[in-house]
């Protein structure tokens, strides 16, 4: 299991953190997700032989968002 901390702009509410949950949490190999609105941060813990990196970032600017690479 790997866990990342990404730098994410644009979430202002609570649904910004239901739709980055929700969604990143459905790809397949996610274990965790969890958004912290005050820091703009997103901590997933996935499995990397299952889902890259990449395609949970762009899982997450599909809702709208930037990630800071």
């Known amino acids: 299991?790997?866990?990342?901390?990404?730098?994410?702009?644009?979430?202002?509410?609570?649904?910004?953190?239901?739709?980055?949950?929700?969604?990143?949490?459905?790809?397949?190999?996610v274990e965790a997700v969890k958004v912290h609105l005050e820091a703009s941060t997103v901590d997933v813990s996935f499995n990397p032989e299952r889902v890259s990196l990449h395609a949970i970032t762009e899982e997450i600017e599909e809702q709208g968002y930037d990630v800071e690479q």
């Open 1 to 29: 299991m790997e866990q990342v901390t990404l730098r994410v702009q644009g979430m202002s509410c609570g649904h910004c953190v239901q739709a980055i949950e929700s969604n990143v949490g459905k790809l397949d190999g």
